[in-house]
């Protein structure tokens, strides 16, 4: 199965980090470019930031200077590093690639989310 799987949420209080982790199981990374996005409760989903292959980044105006996305791609993993949390970065948190496994190309896959609580 063709998917991408999201680790490293959890419970934090302001001010403190975290390291969220996208990894693509059953395919690879298709296309330049990886991105998270969140969703916090009532809201909509918006894009967090975003990477290339060749590492070029962009980010959401909100976490700029506080989150970091890199990505190893030989090993099919795109991480977003995430300092100086706030309350307001707590959300579901999710990773969105297109994937490719032998002939087939699975566009806009989406992971199954990890939870951020930002939360003294």
């Known amino acids: 199965q063709v998917q991408l799987v999201e680790s490293g949420g959890g419970l934090v209080q302001p001010g403190g980090s975290l390291r969220l982790s996208c990894a693509a199981s059953g395919g690879i990374f298709s296309g330049s470019v990886v991105a998270w996005y969140r969703q916090a409760p009532g809201k909509q989903r918006e894009l967090v930031a975003r990477?290339?292959?060749?590492?070029?980044?962009d980010y959401a105006d909100s976490v700029k200077g506080r989150f970091t996305i890199s990505r190893e791609n030989a090993k099919n993993t795109v991480d977003l590093q995430m300092n100086s949390l706030k309350p307001e970065d707590t959300a579901v948190y999710y990773c969105?690639?297109?994937?490719?496994?032998?002939?087939?190309?699975?566009?806009?896959?989406w992971g199954q989310g990890t939870q951020v609580t930002v939360s003294s």
């Open positions: 990477i290339t292959t060749d590492g070029s980044t």
């Open positions: 969105n690639a297109d994937l490719e496994r032998l002939t087939l190309r699975f566009r806009g896959v």
